[in-house]
């Protein structure tokens, strides 16, 4: 996998694409086929890059949007590791629930806001609740799927020593889910941003999420794009972080 990472073919792709999908931009751009500014140019882009990154509303609104996915991926994580370790340590029972939990994870999460708003509030609680809503899923069905590949042999050792239930997790299952953990960490982290940003969008005022819906209303197009790419690279930051975290805690995973 790192051979392939440092391809120079691989690589010259890669930045021939990002090249040649700049050019094709600016020149739509530049064309102005579509109404008004609505593919701006890179050069007003730039600008307002470097604008959004020496304010201070954009900073203030990046620590909310911050903590609201913080605490919500330590929520999905918590409850989606343990709810996977008990249904697919319970068969039956992860049998059972299996459909259920397919299916809302393939629903929009965003239709439960109205709930979540009366359960919660409308407060920083209600953002931080529909996206760890968000990130449970990927988070369960990662685990699920990772405690099918757990060796039973392993399991018959525990058990022949008499493990309880909480020493099983900790000595046995744990240790044999650190990449299917990690695999669910990445997917549930960009559904919960996601999360996050539709409440924002809807019910919030402050937030990045808010920020964009602001900067819409008021038709700063060059602006929404900036603070889109900036949202981007923290994004993609964040996923190249826990990569190298899983290719440390999970070397053999790595390789394979």
């Known amino acids: ?49 470097v604008r959004l990154v020496a304010s201070a509303e954009f900073y203030h609104s990046l620590a909310i949007t911050a903590l609201e996915v913080g605490a919500g991926i330590v929520i999905a994580a918590a409850t989606g590791v343990a709810a996977g370790i008990l249904f697919g340590a319970r068969r039956f029972l992860g049998r059972a629930v299996e459909p259920y939990v ?26 931080t609740a529909l996206g760890a809503l968000s990130g449970f899923f990927p988070i369960a069905i990662s685990t699920m799927a990772g405690m099918r590949e757990v060796r039973r042999v392993h399991i018959q050792v525990g058990r022949s020593f008499n493990c309880s239930a909480a020493q099983m997790v900790r000595l046995i299952y744990l240790p044999a889910l650190v990449g299917p953990i990690l695999t669910g960490l990445r997917l549930g982290l960009g559904v919960t941003l996601i999360g996050v940003l539709l409440a924002e969008i809807k019910i919030a005022k402050a937030g990045l999420g808010f920020l964009a819906q ?17 949202v ?18 999970d070397p053999a995973g790595a390789r394979r």
């Open 1 to 49: 996998m790192i051979a392939a990472r440092l391809d120079p073919r691989a690589q010259f792709i890669r930045l021939g694409t990002v090249v040649a999908l700049l050019a094709a931009w600016e020149a739509l751009a530049r064309a102005r086929i579509l109404y008004a500014d609505v593919v701006p140019t890179l050069e007003a882009i730039a600008v307002a890059l």
């Open 214 to 230: 602001d900067l819409y209303s008021r038709f700063q197009i060059p602006d929404l794009y900036a603070l889109l790419i900036v």
């Open 232 to 249: 981007f690279v923290i994004a993609v930051l964040i996923n190249e972080a826990m990569t190298a975290a899983g290719r440390r805690l």
């Open 102 to 127: 397919v299916a809302l994870a393939t629903t929009p999460k965003i239709i439960f806001l109205p709930i979540v708003m009366l359960m919660v509030g409308i407060g920083v609680e209600s953002k």
